[in-house]
């Protein structure tokens, strides 16, 4: 039983195309984050979210707590984007369930 | 502010050798978190503290032991290492509570031969 799932799990795209990576998760949450992990790398954050939507740069993060749903978008996207990313929710016991990625190739 | 700190970075380990990982951080976060992450599977919980002197088990505790004598300490041990253990081991640390933000290690690639 995956508490977290995304979709997809393999995305390819051209350079400049816009991405929307999606996630799902069904235990009760206090925060959904979106990590960053590229090949060989550690992981980092890029967003933490309550609710609502928070825009960093080329990235966008929207969570729908009712849906239980949350999208991470790229704008512009660019090979330096090419990563895995990782949607994780932290439930109310301070316990993060993470989902398996969503490995993103970005072509020239 | 160095962040969170893991050491080694790499290690092969032959079957029944034991080591230590080291995870520290600097942030003066209470909850300290030590994954595994295998290919095609989200990362699964070793062991967590909630600070210090405070261990528990997560997901997958068999086969490692973990120690938190410091708080900006988070130690997990293989006592007689097994190729299954064999993954890329990451800590994370985190301040608790609703606002709570995470912080990861840079990974240690272990290696069980």
């Known amino acids: 039983k995956n508490e977290v799932e995304q979709s997809p799990q393999n995305l390819t795209a051209q350079e400049g195309e816009f991405i929307t990576i999606n996630c799902s998760y069904s235990?009760?949450?206090?925060?959904l984050h979106w990590l960053q992990q590229h090949p060989g790398g550690g992981i980092v954050s890029l967003f933490m979210l309550s609710s609502g939507k928070k825009k960093h740069g080329r990235l966008i993060a929207t969570i729908n707590i009712q849906e239980k749903h949350s999208s991470l978008h790229i704008t512009a996207s660019h090979p330096r984007d090419s990563a895995v990313y990782i949607c994780?929710?932290?439930?109310?016991?301070?316990?993060?369930?993470f989902g398996t990625g969503t490995s993103l190739t970005v072509i020239p | 502010n160095a962040g969170v700190t893991q050491t080694p970075k790499f290690r092969v380990l032959k079957t029944g050798q034991s080591m230590t990982l080291l995870c520290a951080q600097d942030?003066?976060?209470?909850?300290m978190y030590w994954y595994r992450q295998d290919p095609g599977m989200g990362l699964r919980l070793i062991h967590y503290s909630v600070g210090e002197g405070t261990t528990a088990k997560g997901e997958v505790p068999d086969g490692y032991n973990v120690s938190r004598l410091k708080k900006q300490n988070f130690l997990l041990g293989l006592e007689s290492a097994a190729p299954s253990q064999t993954s890329v081991y990451f800590c994370a640390s985190s301040y608790g509570g609703v606002s709570t933000e995470a912080f990861f290690g840079q990974g240690t690639r272990l290696t069980v031969v």
């Open positions: 942030m003066n976060h209470e909850y």
């Open positions: 994780a929710v932290l439930d109310s016991g301070n316990q993060f369930y």
């Open positions: 235990v009760g949450i206090s925060a």
